[in-house]
């Protein structure tokens, strides 16, 4: 799914509704926005039944080049993990396979 799609399916469910795909498409970039400043300034958010979204970090570690051989220090760096909450879990696991 694209954040592009994404607006089209909510603008989709909120046909009867007064908001416009523009107004959408606003809502949903601020709330991207405002999810990717919360992770990097606090490190965790906890949506009930969808998800949370956390900061992980990965200690500095020494590397090896594959081709050359040679060892090479690989810095620290913070990733965003994701665990399902439990009805996307029980939607999710319900899903046929195509």
């Known amino acids: ?3 592009k799609s994404l607006i ?4 989709d469910r909120l046909q009867e509704n007064s908001l416009k795909k523009p107004h959408i498409e606003t809502i949903v970039e601020t709330t991207l926005e405002v ?7 606090e490190g965790r958010i906890e949506i009930r039944d969808f998800g ?5 970090k990965t200690p500095e570690r020494i590397g090896r080049n ?3 051989k040679e060892t090479a220090v690989v ?3 913070n990733f965003v993990q994701f665990m399902a909450g439990k009805v ?9 396979k195509s």
């Not at 996307?88 to 046929?96: A, Q, T």
């Open 1 to 3: 799914m694209t954040k």
């Open 52 to 56: 949370v979204f956390a900061v992980k």
């Open 8 to 11: 089209h399916l909510i603008a």
């Open 35 to 41: 999810f990717i400043d919360f992770l990097a300034k």
């Open 66 to 68: 594959p081709k050359t």
């Open 75 to 77: 810095p620290a760096r």
């Open 88 to 96: 996307m879990k029980e939607r999710v696991g319900r899903r046929k």
